[in-house]
């Protein structure tokens, strides 16, 4: 006859056992799994954040250098400045350097019959003409050839009083006038033809 087996071990405790090793190994596994999926994402994370470290980096070098040249652009722009002030004003003194010598020539030119001058001063581009005149007209007309003149105009009578010269009656008359600055002419531009040519 054969005996009934009877199982004395306690499986119940075994199944949980089992279950726990199985859980813990899960678990084990899903902890690990997460660590590398954090591990890459802050490796991604570090390798963009160094790599817009670097492009950043680069950027400021770069701006570096285009403040340097804006700094160069703007120290030649302040000495181009300033060469052109200079050659404005030689242009200037280039102009006024006959300045005199036209004065005196438009004063002969300009001066009608019956008008002398005793004194003539200057300051700046304002010429003063102290003087003998026959008659108010005579001024007058002196005051009308100085404002169709080239190189003067704006006639400023202050005063026409009377006086004497060799025992003759005339007018004296203090008179302003302006110096006018004629711009200097360019050398004219090359023809057509001549470039043609």
Known sequence: MNAARINLLPHRAERRARAKKHFAL?????????????????????DLISNQDGRNQFLKSEIGKLDKEIAEIDK?????AALLARKQI??????????????????????PEGVFL????????R???????QSNARVSTLMRNIEAS???G???????KAGTLDKR???EFTLFVSLKRVPVESSPAPSTAAKKG
């Open 26 to 46: 899960v678990s084990g596994l899903a902890a690990a799994l997460g660590l590398v999926i954090v591990l890459a994402v802050h490796i991604t994370y570090a």
């Open 76 to 80: 030649l722009k302040d000495e181009i």
């Open 90 to 111: 030689i242009e200037t003194l280039q102009a006024d350097r006959a300045q005199t010598v036209h004065l005196l020539d438009e004063l002969v030119k300009q001066m």
């Open 118 to 125: 005793k004194s003539i001063s200057q300051k700046g581009m």
């Open 127 to 133: 010429v003063q003409l102290l003087g003998y005149a």
């Open 150 to 152: 080239r190189w003067l």
């Open 154 to 160: 704006d006639p400023e009578l202050i005063e026409v």
């Open 169 to 171: 009656r005339v007018g």
